[in-house]
């Protein structure tokens, strides 16, 4: 069973830094891509960046520059580097893991999500 749970969510003053954090389990294909996606309330879902088994990653061009994603093989983690927080970056994040596709709409294993708030 693959489980992706996340942590390091909270909440921040503008300008300040979280490192959210995803330890994923049960998950075996040496094919993914691993990604943070965020949900605002009354919003769309969001891709925020992606890390693809081939070393590649990808940035919402609203996060270019301030946040940094990051894969920890040996602790088989995922990691998203958060700096000079804005308000607008308040929201839901998720990690979510798929075989073949980055496309949030079609990935498949996702995990509970840990809120962050900017104030």
């Known amino acids: 069973e693959v489980q992706l749970v996340e942590s390091g969510g909270g909440s921040v003053q503008a300008g300040g830094s979280l490192r959210l954090s995803c330890s994923a389990s049960g998950y075996t294909h040496d094919r993914y891509c691993m990604a943070w996606i965020r949900q605002a309330p009354g919003k769309e879902r969001e891709e925020v960046a992606t890390y693809d088994s081939d070393g590649s990653r990808t940035y919402a061009d609203s996060v270019k520059g301030r946040f940094t994603i990051s894969r920890n093989h040996a602790r088989n983690t995922l990691s998203l580097q958060m700096n000079n927080l804005k308000p607008e970056n308040t929201a839901m994040y998720y990690c979510?893991?798929?075989?073949?596709?980055?496309?949030?709409?079609?990935?498949?294993?996702w995990g509970k999500g840990t809120q962050v708030t900017v104030s």
């Open positions: 979510a893991v798929d075989a073949g596709s980055c496309d949030p709409r079609f990935m498949e294993y």
